[in-house]
């Protein structure tokens, strides 16, 4: 086993959101008479190595039977393999060899019983699922974890996810990352607002991050271009766009702070169904508004 570091206890309260969802899903996808025809997919689209390692800065909030302190901390694979209730299929996707291997030993040693349902691919998140969502077929539903360190997401791929129809999507959207790559005096150089136009499918997060000020001065008015953003308006702008394509989008996100408070993350949901839509929003606003 090699855990990977990285998280704190947002790394807990993001899972803990994705869980609560899954255990709703499940339990509604396998009682009712009609939902349980269909066949249920899970996708960790940045799965992981199934285990993390606590990072050195990270308190220690949780321990074992004995009070001993635990080192090591459960990823979202293992979380979702260890539910009462089951998917039919799970694709786990890794983009580094080492952990795809170690997460593929993991799941053959502590989850013999849902080996076989299990695939693990080794292969970037973004062009996996281009090609998965075309094989699907009408009896299918999905939930897809996107959980990226960073912007590895692209817009091409969440448009694809929302025309599927098929598709409850959460994804860790680093809305502290793209803060960064804003400038306060100005628009950022070429090479990282292309990256944000991929992030977000259009050119216009220019005039909502740097709406355009006229100052008036004696003789003359000035345009200036100041950034007028902060994390909580970059996520909303990244819902508002879901919202253009998904056929419903929870209205608040999960905010994930650090441990002096200053938002690091946003965590998504949106729903690509249009007759599952509103129950699995309101589930989401549910659990999103107690985490
Ligand atoms: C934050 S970690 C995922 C953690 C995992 N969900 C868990 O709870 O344990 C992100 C993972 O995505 C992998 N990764 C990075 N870029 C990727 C990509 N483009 N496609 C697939 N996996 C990628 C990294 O190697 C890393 O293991």
Request: proline letters at 4%; zero cysteines; a neutral charge.
């Given at each position: 086993m090699s855990p990977q570091k990285f998280g704190g206890p947002w790394t807990e309260q993001k899972l803990a959101a994705v869980e609560a969802y899954l255990k709703a899903y499940l339990k509604i996808f396998t009682a009712n008479p009609i939902a349980s025809q269909l066949t249920r997919h899970y996708v960790d689209a940045f799965a992981g190595s199934?285990?993390?390692?606590?990072?050195?800065?990270?308190?220690?909030?949780?321990?074992?039977?004995?009070?001993?302190?635990?080192?090591?901390?459960?990823?979202?694979?293992?979380?979702?393999?260890?539910?009462?209730?089951?998917?039919?299929?799970?694709?786990?996707?890794?983009?580094n060899s080492k952990h795809a291997a170690d997460l593929e030993a993991m799941i053959g040693n502590d989850f013999p019983a849902r080996a076989a349902n299990c695939t693990v691919v080794c292969r970037d998140a973004n062009d996996f699922l281009l090609d998965w969502?075309?094989?699907?077929?009408?009896?299918?539903?999905?939930?897809?974890?996107?959980?990226?360190?960073?912007?590895?997401?692209?817009w091409t791929t969440l448009e694809k996810l929302a025309r599927s129809r098929k598709v409850d999507l959460w994804m860790l959207f680093p809305s502290a990352s793209v803060l960064r790559m804003l400038p306060h005096a100005g628009p950022p150089s070429e090479a990282w607002s292309r990256r944000l136009t991929e992030?977000?499918?259009?050119?216009?997060?220019?005039?909502?991050?740097?709406?355009?000020?006229?100052?008036?001065?004696?003789?003359?008015?000035?345009?200036?271009?100041?950034?007028?953003?902060?994390?909580?308006?970059?996520?909303?702008?990244?819902?508002?766009?879901?919202?253009?394509?998904?056929?419903?989008?929870?209205?608040?996100?999960?905010?994930?702070?650090?441990?002096?408070?200053?938002?690091?993350?946003?965590?998504?949901?949106?729903?690509?169904?249009?007759?599952?839509?509103?129950?699995?929003?309101?589930?989401?606003?549910?659990?999103?508004?107690?985490?």
């Open positions: 199934g285990w993390r390692q606590w990072a050195e800065d990270e308190p220690q909030l949780w321990t074992d039977e004995e009070g001993d302190a635990l080192r090591f901390a459960e990823g979202s694979v293992r979380k979702v393999l260890g539910l009462k209730e089951a998917f039919h299929r799970y694709w786990l996707v890794e983009k969502l075309a094989r699907l077929g009408a009896k299918d539903r999905v939930v897809i974890f996107l959980d990226p360190y960073g912007m590895a997401v692209r992030l977000f499918g259009t050119e216009d997060w220019r005039d909502e991050f740097y709406p355009k000020d006229v100052i008036m001065d004696l003789f003359d008015s000035i345009e200036q271009t100041q950034r007028k953003v902060d994390s909580s308006s970059v996520a909303d702008f990244m819902l508002r766009r879901l919202g253009e394509v998904f056929a419903g989008v929870a209205p608040k996100a999960l905010v994930l702070y650090n441990s002096r408070r200053s938002p690091l993350f946003h965590l998504v949901f949106a729903a690509a169904n249009p007759k599952g839509a509103k129950p699995a929003i309101r589930i989401a606003s549910h659990i999103i508004g107690t985490s």
